[in-house]
């Protein structure tokens, strides 16, 4: 709410306080949604049953609990009576006498939307002329004349109240579409089912959550809606809600394998409220966190004993070598060769192990996969026998996605080196891409080789596993399934009519168009320059990166089109960020310098003469405001 609208709602609080008169707006599902004061002063009322929210039935429980309706022998059906009544939302005009002698009217008027106002008079002045009056009719003359005078005062005072009830009604209505309008903006389909599952109220989203659905569907079924598939699958959840319960679930959508998440929440009047979203991102990006906490993990169990391995093996190997220079029988060399050979597979295999488990990150830059596609062919193409064909079927769209190509090309020449094995001397290679519902990226290759055995199906995933005996180190799989995890897909093994298939499924995500050139970030930690990367990406730049002050004056001397520099001041070695922008100096390239460091810190004060600096945190608005509009010449 501006300031505009807190001014207009105090003052229309303050009109209403103003009224001799008590009133009461209860909303649809008979909670408070505004009072003024004489309605808790009349009924001398807690403050939480004048709080907006408060339920109608508490507030005739609390009235009828003290005695306000005089003596009943059962409170909780005189309120569900009250609160029956109420639901009908009719007119009415009734005068009561209070426990205290006190005798007032109640007028009720019902709102366009739901819900009722009404206006609490104390007619008790007027009773008694009335009584008078009958009483006394030949004495009331004279006074008939004053009491009429305060009847018509009387009137005049409810055709302001009416006038103040009309200003209410149109600030409710006035609200009533702002909330419309900030359901049609949420990225979510917000919806109302009534018991018969016919829908009530819909802000029109369900086309962005379930594509190929229509948009106006208020008075329509759900299942007709939704579709019979997406139905059966919610149907268990969206019956539990009937019942009471309020049920959260997710469910992958058959048609483009999106990722929904539902939530159904009961209301009072037997119908049910929804809440759906596209988490298909959320769910990539915890899958891909899931992953590399597993990986930190195996890190850790592994790094001790890989060292000590390591250690061994060097040994081994030394020994190893000197016993090859000795003049040994030649069964004897044999077998210091072999135990060369297997020492040496055990380093390999070191290195596999450290690649699986190391700290390594996928860093998701442009791709074009028509080229990344090409060229894979002519890297694998000499590696197969001559009898062994490779097809590539790229049926990607035109546009720039944003991959790790290296690391997806270093998994497709796996599973391509994969297929050959199993091919032999003669077989088929076919690599096949293309985009499933712009969510995900696939990429299959499949062999016409024997396919996997059943063993194989269960563990193939498993590290170590290998059907290639001594040959094989069990790792190239695992390592292919680790970057589609880490990258927030997955991986599917299988077999085909003709042979063995193994599908990677990757996050389909266009990549930025790059209009602000090339940027060069500098930064020796892992976490943040990842985050400081994602910053430049969003603002159009491409990005290389940089973890010292000498790694980065290499790159731009090396590099003629970079267009930014970005630099921490504290780096590693002994130069800093602030030595950079020295060494820069005659380049001409703007550089930003961002620190932690204090501004009372001398090398803050020293950075300040570099150029613009950035104290950590920043947003990324913060660093496009200093980000100059034009590179210097």
Request: glycine share 8%; net charge negative; charged share 20%.
């Amino acid at each position: 709410m501006n300031t505009s609208d807190k001014s207009r709602a105090a003052m229309t609080t303050a009109g209403l306080n103003l009224i001799a008169q008590a009133i009461s707006i209860y909303d649809s599902e008979l909670r408070l949604a505004v009072c003024n004061s004489r309605f808790q002063e009349m009924f001398n009322l807690p403050n939480d049953l004048v709080s907006p929210g408060a339920r109608f039935d508490d507030t005739i429980r609390y009235i009828a609990a003290s005695g306000e309706y005089g003596p009943m022998e059962d409170i909780e059906e005189f309120v569900s009576a009250r609160v029956e009544q109420a639901l009908d939302f009719e007119p009415h005009y009734i005068e009561r006498t209070r426990s205290n002698g006190q005798v007032i009217s109640i007028e009720g008027a019902p709102l366009p939307q739901g819900g009722w106002v009404a206006v609490y008079t104390d007619i008790s002045r007027t009773k008694r002329v009335e009584q008078l009056l009958r009483a006394k009719s030949e004495e009331m003359s004279d006074r008939l004349i004053s009491h009429t005078e305060e009847l018509s005062a009387t009137n005049r005072k409810l055709a302001a109240t009416i006038t103040a009830l009309e200003e209410a009604k149109r600030q409710l209505t006035e609200i009533e579409g702002r909330t419309r309008l900030t359901t049609e903006m949420m990225p979510a389909h917000i919806a109302h089912v009534d018991a018969d599952g016919y829908y009530t109220y819909t802000n029109r989203r369900l086309s962005s959550v379930f594509p190929s659905r229509p948009s106006d569907i208020l008075e329509m079924h759900i299942s007709d809606a939704l579709g019979p598939e997406a139905f059966a699958k919610i149907e268990p959840h969206l019956m539990a809600a009937y019942k009471g319960s309020s049920p959260v679930f997710e469910f992958t959508e058959v048609h483009d394998s999106r990722r929904i998440r539902v939530a159904f929440t009961p209301d009072l009047g037997g119908g049910v409220y929804i809440l759906s979203m596209d988490v298909t991102e959320e769910t990539q990006a915890r899958v891909a966190l899931q992953q590399a906490r597993r990986r930190e993990i195996a890190a850790q169990m592994t790094s001790g004993l890989a060292h000590d391995f390591s250690n061994l093996l060097t040994i081994i190997l030394g020994m190893q070598g000197k016993l090859d220079k000795m003049e040994l029988p030649a069964a004897a060399q044999e077998m210091v060769r072999g135990t060369l050979s297997a020492a040496r597979r055990g380093g390999r295999l070191l290195n596999r192990i450290g690649e699986m488990t190391g700290q390594r990150s996928l860093r998701p830059q442009a791709t074009n996969m028509h080229a990344l596609l090409s060229e894979l062919k002519i890297l694998a193409t000499p590696s197969l026998p001559q009898g062994v064909g490779l097809s590539v079927l790229d049926n990607t769209p035109d546009v720039i996605l944003l991959l790790d190509a290296g690391k997806l090309q270093d998994a497709l020449l796996n599973l391509i080196l994969n297929a050959r094995d199993a091919c032999g001397v003669n077989g088929q290679i076919t690599v096949s891409a293309h985009v499933v519902g712009k969510v995900w990226l696939e990429i299959s290759v499949s062999d016409t080789g024997p396919g996997f055995s059943n063993d194989a199906l269960k563990n193939a995933l498993n590290p170590f596993f290998t059907t290639k005996g001594s040959e094989g180190s069990g790792l190239g799989l695992p390592m292919v399934y680790d970057m589609a995890k880490s990258a927030g897909g997955d991986m599917r093994v299988g077999n085909t009519v003709s042979g063995a298939s193994v599908t990677l499924r990757l996050p389909y995500r266009l990549a930025p168009d790059p209009k602000g050139g090339l940027a060069l970030l500098v930064e020796d930690s892992e976490e943040l320059r990842a985050t400081f990367r994602d910053m430049l990406i969003d603002l159009g730049y491409s990005v290389i990166e940089a973890t010292s002050v000498d790694e980065a004056s290499a790159l731009a001397a090396d590099i003629p089109d970079i267009a930014l520099v970005l630099s921490d001041v504290r780096l590693e070695g002994e130069a800093t960020g602030i030595d950079l922008a020295q060494r820069l100096k005659g380049s001409h390239l703007p550089i930003i310098l961002m620190t932690s460091l204090p501004p009372s810190d001398p090398q803050f004060r020293l950075a300040l003469k570099a150029g613009p600096v950035l104290p950590k945190p920043f947003t990324t608005q913060q660093l496009s405001a200093l980000i100059p509009t034009e590179t210097p010449a």
